[in-house]
């Protein structure tokens, strides 16, 4: 229950940050406003990590993942995001990037030989007829 909860707390966090970055928006354009996102969230990792002293880093191959995954969710996938944002608006944008989930559950299954539960089947299939409602098709 512990990690519903903790993942239920994430969400609100990740739900009220695209109302702030789409105000942002308005005055900063997208290149800057992404590196100054993400360097607020450096300097809040870092104070975190410092002050539980739980900073360890050993040089191996999940530094590497983890700068691929920091390239890749951190810097292209914000790119196209808030060019949505700007484009269509929170609402939508932040609902039609909600597939995310979609693809890590696939993805999990071929990469991390996870298995595909009914519900998290059922899950993605409600995703795509969400996707779908709120793109207008």
Request: aromatic share 8%; charged share 10%.
């Amino acid at each position: 229950m512990k990690g519903e909860i903790l993942a239920l707390i994430a969400a609100v966090l990740w739900g009220i940050a695209p109302i702030l970055d789409r105000y942002a928006l308005q005055d900063v354009p997208t290149y800057p406003a992404i590196v100054v996102r993400a360097f607020g969230g450096f300097i809040a990792i870092l104070l975190i990590s410092l002050a539980l002293k739980n900073f360890e880093i050993n040089a191996s191959k999940a530094l590497i993942l983890l700068l691929i995954s920091g390239a890749i969710s951190g810097a292209f996938a914000m790119i196209l995001y808030f060019e949505a944002l700007k484009s269509i608006g929170a609402s939508k944008a932040v609902a039609i990037t909600a597939v995310y989930p979609m693809i890590t559950a696939l993805l999990s299954v071929v990469f991390l030989s996870e298995e595909l539960s009914a519900k998290v089947a059922l899950g993605i299939v409600l995703i795509i007829i969400g996707i779908i409602l709120v793109s207008e098709v």
